[in-house]
């Protein structure tokens, strides 16, 4: 359910008719509507109540507006970030430091750094190698970065393969037989402060088995790691519910994932 209606032919996005916005303001233009976005951010809150202390990231990458990020922070909504430019606009939006985690393959040591500075909540270490550069650069700032370690579980999110992110043959994250292996090295290092893992599988998920299969290994991982003396206090989970492009798309509801999860 969606504000954009057609009201007497005319399309409208919520109250107003989107031919009035073309007129005052030309095209092409964007046009978001905050009544959609709060309803949106309410149903999936409510989908993942039954946990205990969730927390729900917004990838900035999927729209960084700062109106959008606005109406997000004002939801009590968090941000995941894979760019200083995308941390500086979560911050920025009024998102607290702590609320946002920062993912992706790419972190630059000037990134870590100022995101160290910055009081960011959570890095997602995609290798050992940035496990160990962002030991190093907190330990020289005398600071403490909380980390979870990402993990490749080799799952087919059924998706494009253009927009899958956790299959073997995808860059992101260590394989998951590695995984215990190398949790055990991070978190002998110092200023890291190991506290869980990540995956995310895809974008635009349109069955919910993938996703199952996926945090079900997840979960033996997090056993493994416990008892070997490990703490794991977070678990994040990714990837995107598919959004209804067409009429006809079928996307799984959120309050069925809420209840897989
Ligand atoms: C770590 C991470 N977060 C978020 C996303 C955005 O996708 P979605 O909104 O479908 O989770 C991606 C996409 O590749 C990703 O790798």
């Not at 970030?81 to 607290?96: I, K, P, T």
């Not at 056993?223 to 598919?242: A, F, M, N, P």
């Amino acid at each position: 359910m969606n504000h954009f209606n057609l009201i007497n032919g005319v399309l409208h996005a919520e109250d107003v008719a989107l031919s009035d916005i073309a007129d005052a303001v030309g095209t092409p233009v964007y046009v978001y509507s905050r009544a959609t976005f709060e309803r949106h951010a309410q149903v999936f809150r409510d989908a993942l109540s039954g946990l205990d202390n969730p927390h729900i990231a917004f990838a900035v990458k999927s729209n960084p507006n700062l109106a959008v990020l606005k109406v997000l922070a004002r939801q009590g909504y968090g941000a995941d970030v894979v760019s200083g430019g995308e941390m500086d606009r979560a911050l920025a939006a009024g998102m607290a430091a702590e609320d946002i985690v920062f993912s992706g393959v790419g972190k630059t040591a000037e990134e870590i750094t100022r995101a160290l500075k910055a009081g960011i909540g959570q890095f997602n270490i995609e290798s050992e190698e940035e496990g160990r550069e962002l030991a190093d650069i907190a330990t020289s700032l005398d600071l403490t970065a909380h980390a979870v370690l990402r993990i490749n579980p080799d799952v087919d999110a059924g998706t494009h393969g253009k927009i899958s992110t956790g299959k073997a043959d995808n860059k992101f994250g260590v394989g998951i037989h590695r995984a215990a292996e190398i949790y055990a090295r991070l978190s002998a290092l110092p200023n890291l402060h190991m506290r869980g893992l990540a995956l995310h599988i895809g974008s635009q998920l349109t069955s919910l088995e993938p996703l199952e299969t996926a945090f079900t290994k997840v979960g033996v991982l997090v056993q493994l790691l416990r008892s070997q003396g490990h703490e794991v206090t977070h678990v994040d989970l990714g990837g995107g519910l598919g959004v209804r492009y067409r009429d006809g798309d079928n996307p799984p509801e959120p309050a069925d994932y809420g209840a897989m999860v």
